[in-house]
């Protein structure tokens, strides 16, 4: 999935070292010099250059049929936003959101555009290979998309106020059939919209478009003149007008394509149009959460609407301040700067500055040495002749401005009859003298040196200034600031975003800048910011080489949690009472899971700050539960522990023997674990006992107890964790602990902590509790999920029952290991980890929906969006050998996943059919991957957890 770029043209020149992109992913180009394109010819152009650029050795539509491309259109000039017009909109950097994880201190609008842009393209249907995106507007969804339906052209859009619809493009569709294009409108009247409404539905064009090689033939084909060259074509108002089955424009060939609109579900629109526009979109984004217990920014500003970012300021702002920006600048406390402002570009000085309201500064380093400095008002056009007193800069008519200073248009030069291409903005080297031209300029004293320097300097107009700034100045300053910032914001974390970014990111900046590592946290800092100091340290150290120090850090990071997690749970001691007679045997029994949505999204240190979201199945195998404990008493003072299926015995005589369950994969670690938090473990216990000894006689006797996991090691159905949870319901029934169901899944939870397993908290709810639920939890360490009990219809019906085929692979995989990596990505708040577990949360939510609503053919294609989520964050997840598998039968299902952190164990599929069933069993039984390969039986369990007595 290729990214292009049309950015204006003096931002092109190095623009992959500069913002370290490769150009197999990015290709990015500008219009034609001196050629008015539109957005249709413009996409035409954009498609060509990178077409010429690769040099395929095919014709021009066989290229366009080979990948899926993203097209963002900033190459205007940007009149209304100056302080990024050199750069393109694409790349105006971004504030990092109060309320968000995992973003970067260096991010630009164009690294938050592309998320859902990808998804949509990912999403959509072969056939639409081609999405184009304007790159002023940032959109935003946290819900699900809805499927993408086969078209030629495909359009998104809002529902918004009729105000609103009038200054942008509108969709229309009869009420009828609401997802069928009837015609386009731009910037339709408020009568037009009431006068249609009785008959249409309207949607607000936000100007993202999925287009066929069908569809982006005809609109390169118009693109061109008689005369065999690019000419003015727009995509909105040419081109869309003539889409629909009621076009506004008529042409044949273009009315012919289908056209469907999409609402964009959840949809928030947010335009970087202007510059006043920067500042209330960025407070829009910011205001997004209200709620303090989800925003991480503990910092208070006086007004909201202060925006500060690669920035080195030295002054305090207060409650008069408001619609403020400042970015890649330095003001000193000799700055004074009160309300809607936009600042930037201002290398370090010791200037003097008084600032009037409503006038920004944009200082624009030109060429090798020298600056240009460029003042102009927040809600200047920036269009208009010189001697039109409509024309205003810096919030005055010109010709105002010209007689303040004794001055008149003869003095101008370059086309006055447009002031972009005016010549107002002087070039100097000095920062003394740049200094009294720019507090000539906007007013803040009229000296004769800022009139002579003005009238005497080489003058640039904006349009210059785009092809004479040098980018390569202008990010390294900007890197400079941030590189300050860094060490700011991590001195100042307990207030800063410092340990709510992505860290990984952060720790690659801080090796490449050369910045030294942060010191440790205090003891009585947030536990969570003492993980992620941790976490970072020991990334940042892996880069550089110190692979000794790197591990111990890490070490100690999950420690930390671990440590955390204990603590909050187990708060209680436990005084274990007998409570079965001498001949009787405890059994307990449970069935295993399948997670059909949002696993991971339970796994700490995820779940802690976000929440997780999870849905799954409890299910019986070849008609019984699979994991089997029995508890019963023993006339010696000691304890015996056996595994049926391991072929395994171990006396516990002691504390220390007991005490030894660290040994993943040991036969006894989970059941020893479990006898701890029982209360026979000092460290547990309300009681005090010298020796295991005597603590087994006045408990009344010893323990023997059993294992039965009648399942293989490595299965991907939770079987460690639910067995740990069956071994704890046992023991809480042998000894009077008076547990319900969820204190036996928490006290797993500590159990598996103990263990340095780690793990969440949705196998042991999945096994536990029967059916299949929807879990839902909240942050904090202290993870109590709640059950919303789903509707086993899907599952049950003797329509849908045979259609759920479970295969074991014969292939095993180790679920810590998978663990420990996807973990460490939560630590560092990896944008890559954090954006796929945000979306397994909403797709979770997704899944629910639909099995309340019993659509089995959408249940298939989710649990292979599951499948594909999982292989997203996990390219472990699906071996060559299982691939194997699946390539055999996939054509026969709806969907299928490896359950639990894939890699091996059992594959899951829901098949179309019960043809396909038959088809599936068939090649697989003559196809066996190995000796063990098998088909299981699997059964809705209906119970979960058991435990009887005999």
Sequence with gaps: MKKLLSLPPNATKNYYSLHRKSEKEWFCTSDPKEKRLGSGSGTTWLLEECYRNENPGTDFVAWLSNEKRILVHAGGQ??????????????????????????????????????????????????????????????????????????????????????QATRHGVFAARRETPDRLDRVMQKPSLQELEELSRSHLMLMDIGMWLLSDRAVRLLRERSYGKGGSLEFYDLYSDFGLALGTHPKKTDYEINQLSVKILPLPGGEFYHYGTSREMITSTLALQNKVFDQRL??????????????????????????????????????????????????????????????????????????????????????????????????????????????????????????????????????????????????????????????????????????????????????????????????????????????????????????????????????????????????????????????????????????????????????????????????????????????????????????????????????????????????????????????????????????????????GSPFSIPKAALALCGFLPEFSADRWNTLTEQLQVFGAGIELTLLAAIPAGSGLGTSSILASTVLGALNDFCGLQWNKQDISTNTLILEQLLTSGGGWQDQYGGIFHGVKLLESGRGFVQTPQISWLPDFLFTDPAYKPLHLLYYTGITRMAKNILAEIVRGMFLNSAPHLSILHDMKVHAIDMANCIQRGNFERYGQLIMKTWEQKKTIDKGTNPPEVEKIIDLVKDYTLGYKLPGAGGGGYLYMVAKDEEAVLRIRKILNENPLNEKSRFVDMELSRKGFQVSRS
Excluded at 136 to 150: F, G, M, W
Aim: proline share 6%.
């Design 78 to 163: 940007s009149r209304r936003l100056p302080s990024y017009a050199v750069t393109g909109k694409t790349e105006l950097p971004m504030p990092v959101f109060r309320w968000a994880r995992g973003q970067k201190l260096h991010q630009d609008l164009i690294s938050l555009q592309l998320p859902l842009y990808e998804q949509i393209l990912k999403q959509a249907p072969d056939s639409l290979r081609t999405f184009i995106a304007s790159g002023d507007v940032l959109i935003r969804t946290e819900e699900p998309l809805q499927e993408i339906p086969e078209a030629d052209v495909v359009c998104y859009g809002l529902w918004v106020d009729s105000s």
């Design 295 to 664: 925003i991480i920014h503990r910092k208070i500003k006086p007004n909201p609407a202060i925006f500060t970012q690669n920035a080195l300021l030295d002054f305090q702002f207060n409650e008069k301040n408001r619609n403020i920006w400042i970015e890649n600048a330095s003001l000193g406390d000799k700055w004074v700067v009160e309300a809607d402002s936009v600042i930037t570009g201002v290398p370090e000085n010791d200037w003097q500055l008084n600032v009037p309201v409503g006038v920004c500064i944009d200082i624009v380093p030109v060429d090798g040495r020298s600056f240009a400095v460029r003042p102009y008002g927040m809600d200047d056009h920036s269009r208009g002749s010189m001697d039109d007193p409509q024309t205003f800069w810096m919030g005055q008519p010109v010709m105002e401005w010209l007689q303040e200073r004794g001055l008149d248009t003869t003095v101008l030069s370059g086309d006055t009859g447009d002031i972009q291409y005016c010549k107002l903005f002087p070039r100097l080297e000095q920062l003394e003298e740049i200094e009294v031209v720019l507090k000539w300029m906007i007013g803040d004293g009229l000296s004769e040196e800022g009139k002579r320097l003005w009238l005497e300097s080489e003058r640039l107009s904006a349009d210059e200034l785009m092809e004479r700034a040098s980018m390569e100045r202008l990010y390294a300053q900007r890197e400079e600031f941030r590189r300050s910032n860094y060490k700011m914001l991590e001195k100042n974390y307990e207030k800063s975003v410092f340990y709510q970014l992505d860290l990984s990111d952060v720790a690659e900046e801080y090796h490449r800048m050369d910045l030294d590592p942060p010191a440790l946290l205090p003891q009585d800092a947030d536990e969570m910011q003492r993980i992620h100091n941790r976490m970072f340290r020991s990334r940042l150290l892996a880069f550089r080489g110190k692979t000794t120090e790197a591990e111990q850090e890490e070490k100690e990071a999950f420690s930390l949690l671990r440590n955390g997690m204990i603590e909050a749970l187990s708060d209680k001691k436990r005084s274990p009472q007998l409570s079965a007679f001498p001949d009787q045997i405890i059994w307990g029994r449970s069935p295993v899971r399948i997670d059909l949505a949002g696993g991971w999204t339970d796994t700490p240190p995820f779940s802690l700050y976000s929440g997780g979201n999870v849905v799954n199945v409890a299910i019986e195998l070849n008609g019984q539960p699979p994991l089997q404990v029995y508890v019963k008493p023993s006339k010696e003072y000691r304890i015996l522990l056996r595994s049926i299926d391991m072929g395994a015995t171990e006396v516990v005589e002691t504390f220390d023997q007991l005490r030894a369950f660290h040994q993943l």
